[in-house]
């Protein structure tokens, strides 16, 4: 579908560690990138602040940012105000409440719309099977299920363009995707992964995406430049 000088891709940016090491990934790979965030109901808006400071500081050619109201639906406790954030860490033979219902297939679904209409062949998502929160939509068969769907319900796929859903950081530990980054120039210091963020983006430091987070610069060797409320 891109033209021969110049691929393009889509790519979901939350304003997260993983997600801004995979726009530099998809920048190294020589695509010209269009950043896509997602104003769903989330807790706070830091991570949307965070998004486009990376998408900026990137050079990516476009950035939007969609709004959607999964605050309604509910049953996240990252959607939901009567759903507290945990804080003692994840039991990983549980889905944790702090998964959102079907909300990647539905973030895919609007970066797939995009790429038809930028003639985009790829989009990259930054999705994880190895440190992850145990997500349902994050693991390899779900991917590969997506992207078959996403070749038969588009004309691009049924006109013979085959979409690609690029998931670089898939079989990556957080301390490689870190590391990964850092080669590539990756800032982390714009990025904010925290599920409970202040209006500052400072971290909470507890919640289990910070956790992830904190381990990840630690067993990387580089030094977390992340702003924590509390150090626990």
Do not use: W
């Amino acid at each position: 579908m891109a033209g021969v000088d110049t691929k393009k891709a889509v790519v979901l940016l939350s304003g997260g560690l993983d997600s801004a090491t995979v726009l530099a990934i998809a920048q190294a790979q020589g695509f010209e990138c269009h950043t896509i965030s997602f104003d769903y109901g989330q807790r706070h808006r830091a991570e949307l602040m965070a998004a486009e400071r990376v998408s900026r500081a990137s050079g990516a050619k476009t950035h939007r940012v969609m709004e959607m109201n999964m605050h309604a639906i509910g049953g996240s406790a990252l959607t939901d105000d009567s759903i507290d954030v945990p804080v003692s860490g994840v039991d990983k033979e549980t889905i944790p409440v702090t998964y959102v219902p079907a909300r990647n297939t539905v973030f895919l679904s609007y970066a797939l719309a995009l790429a038809e209409v930028l003639q985009a062949d790829d989009i990259f998502i930054g999705v994880n099977a190895v440190d992850y929160s145990g997500y349902p939509d994050c693991r390899p068969e779900y991917i590969a299920a997506y992207e078959k769907m996403a070749n038969l319900a588009t004309k691009a796929g049924v006109e013979g363009h085959k979409m690609h859903i690029q998931t670089p950081l898939i079989d990556l530990t957080k301390a490689e995707i870190i590391q990964t980054g850092v080669r590539l120039g990756v800032d982390y210091s714009k990025t904010v992964s925290c599920y409970q963020a202040d209006k500052n983006g400072a971290a909470c430091g507890i919640c289990d995406s910070c956790r992830l987070r904190k381990q990840g610069f630690e067993k990387a060797g580089v030094a977390d430049p992340t702003i924590y409320v509390s150090n626990l």
